[in-house]
């Protein structure tokens, strides 16, 4: 019992003794709270800090018609380039459909967000200068300070504004259509290349029966395609008809409408039975039936390696090396003018953008940025710079089948381009009436009412012509 006792009292004491002193955990716990308050703290100074840096950058938007993905990828890299020289600069590019564009500025001009450059067809150029929206002063900087001696002639002429007298845009790149012909055969039966139209009826007459050649040509006169409306538009600006005069009066049954109108449907004599577009132009060139063909550069790799058939597959080319045979003739001569056809792409500076947009224009259209943009589709991206033929003409090994010749009339193509719509003097309505002429199919009507049917003559085809245009005139005004 003393024993038991004497534990116990022990046991007592060294209850006593710890319940009086402190407990340790208290002090654990104060530990963690220290280590999570300075913790937090850290990290809101680093985020305050980030968002400090991206408010000093200033950003560039640049929309581009270039918008399928690998394209927009070479965009990025060029853009990544340019920012890494400007890091103050953070330079985003936004892909948009060409079709869209109107309808997209007219959005953002309405919300007071026009982006700082847009990448457009030259046919969108006077609508927009006209409206006041383009920096022609910023084109006229970025044109002069790359060198405006640089450029080509055509472009630049195109890009003017004859209101102000100066440049509306910046000329990029394009494409250009011509006559493709059987320089080997032509040569062997004595035949001019097809440049006028004296020595294109001649051909027209030659051609069938030399070699294995049935046709002298397909012509366009599909009337559901706007294949023949591009090709008869360059035989009429080479005879000097438009479809306004300078008073702005419609002028689809002149003198010289109805010899473009005679020239073109007369010329189904020596070509392929109709209804025919492209496609048929296209096949029956390669086929080693017809000894012309009217096509825009895309051909060139198909004149190579075979086009593609709708039906899927390729053409097996008839003659062998087709593209080193082949000439080029891009100018049309006729009674009363020249002219070549083609598309033009510019860099619009808008009002409002930033003045470091006018560097981002000159980086795209400098050394290897510049090749880097032509070689997404050295096809139809003629370079508009002189001193960037050299570069272009090595983007393809498809260029190596053409002569240097042919080489040299594609880079010189934009000298001599015209189309309707580019007409320096027209305005906007008498644009939108142009694009009404090309999107309602009236030429391609025609030309199937002459050529084809027998339905028109080339006088009646005009004066039809003439009252549609004059009542299209009469709805947008």
């Known amino acids: 019992m003393k024993k038991l006792a004497s534990l116990l009292l022990v046991l007592t004491l060294?209850?006593?003794?710890?319940?009086?002193?402190?407990?340790p955990t208290p002090q654990i716990i104060e530990v963690e709270k220290e280590v999570v308050v300075e913790k937090v703290v850290v990290e809101t100074v680093e985020v305050v800090k980030e968002v400090a840096v991206e408010v000093d950058k200033t950003v560039i938007e640049f929309w581009t018609t270039d918008n399928e993905e690998d394209r927009i990828a070479v965009y990025e890299a060029i853009a990544d380039g340019f920012m890494a020289e400007n890091p103050k600069i953070d330079l985003r590019i936004i892909a948009i459909d060409e079709a869209s564009i109107s309808q997209r500025i007219a959005t953002a001009r309405a919300a007071n967000q026009l982006p700082d450059i847009v990448r457009m067809g030259i046919e969108r150029v006077a609508t927009f200068a006209a409206d006041e929206i383009l920096d022609e002063d910023a084109a006229v900087a970025v044109i002069k300070g790359l060198s405006e001696d640089d450029f080509r002639a055509g472009?630049?002429?195109?890009?003017?504004?004859?209101?102000?007298?100066?440049?509306?845009?910046?000329?990029?790149?394009?494409?250009?259509?011509?006559?493709?012909?059987?320089?080997?055969?032509?040569?062997?039966?004595?035949?001019?290349?097809?440049?006028?139209?004296?020595?294109i009826n001649a051909a027209c007459d030659g051609l069938p029966g030399a070699g294995n050649l049935l046709y002298g040509l397909v012509l366009g006169t599909d009337p559901g395609q706007n294949y023949p409306h591009q090709v008869f538009e360059q035989v009429a600006i080479s005879n000097d008809a438009w479809p306004f005069d300078e008073a702005g009066n419609v002028t689809m049954n002149t003198p010289e409408m109805v010899e473009a109108l005679e020239f073109y449907t007369e010329l189904q004599r020596c070509a392929m039975p109709g209804p025919q577009f492209w496609r048929g132009a296209r096949e029956a060139y390669e086929?080693?039936?017809?000894?012309?063909?009217?096509?825009?550069?895309?051909?060139?790799?198909?004149?190579?390696?075979?086009?593609?058939?709708?039906?899927?597959?390729?053409?097996e080319i008839a003659v062998?090396?087709?593209?080193?045979?082949?000439?080029?003739?891009?100018?049309?001569?006729?009674?009363?003018?020249?002219?070549?056809?083609?598309?033009?792409?510019?860099?619009?500076?808008?009002?409002?953008?930033?003045?470091?947009?006018?560097?981002?224009?000159k980086w795209y259209l400098t050394g290897q940025n510049y090749q880097d943009v032509l070689a997404l589709a050295p096809f139809g991206k003629v370079p508009v710079l002189k001193s960037a033929v050299d570069g272009w003409s090595g983007l393809s090994p498809f260029f190596a089948n053409y002569s240097d010749e042919t080489m040299g009339q594609i880079a010189n193509g934009f000298e001599s381009m015209q189309?309707?719509?580019?007409?320096?003097?027209?305005?906007a309505t008498q644009r939108a009436v142009v694009g009404d002429i090309e999107g309602r199919l009236l030429i391609p009507q025609v030309i199937s009412n002459i050529a084809l049917e027998g339905t028109m003559t080339p006088e009646t085809g005009a004066e039809w012509l003439q009252e549609q245009v004059e009542a299209m005139l009469a709805e947008r005004q």
């Open 155 to 199: 472009p630049l002429v195109m890009v003017t504004d004859p209101s102000t007298g100066k440049y509306a845009a910046v000329p990029f790149d394009g494409w250009i259509q011509a006559i493709w012909y059987r320089a080997d055969v032509f040569e062997g039966e004595g035949l001019n290349a097809p440049v006028s139209w004296d020595d």
């Open 14 to 23: 060294v209850a006593t003794f710890l319940a009086a002193c402190p407990s």
């Open 419 to 427: 189309r309707w719509l580019f007409r320096p003097d027209y305005d």
């Open 320 to 361: 062998e090396e087709l593209a080193k045979q082949t000439g080029f003739a891009s100018q049309m001569v006729g009674p009363n003018g020249s002219a070549s056809y083609g598309q033009l792409v510019t860099l619009g500076i808008m009002q409002g953008a930033k003045p470091e947009a006018q560097e981002v224009v």
């Open 287 to 315: 086929l080693d039936q017809s000894g012309m063909l009217f096509y825009s550069t895309y051909i060139m790799d198909d004149l190579v390696e075979g086009s593609g058939m709708q039906d899927g597959g390729k053409i």
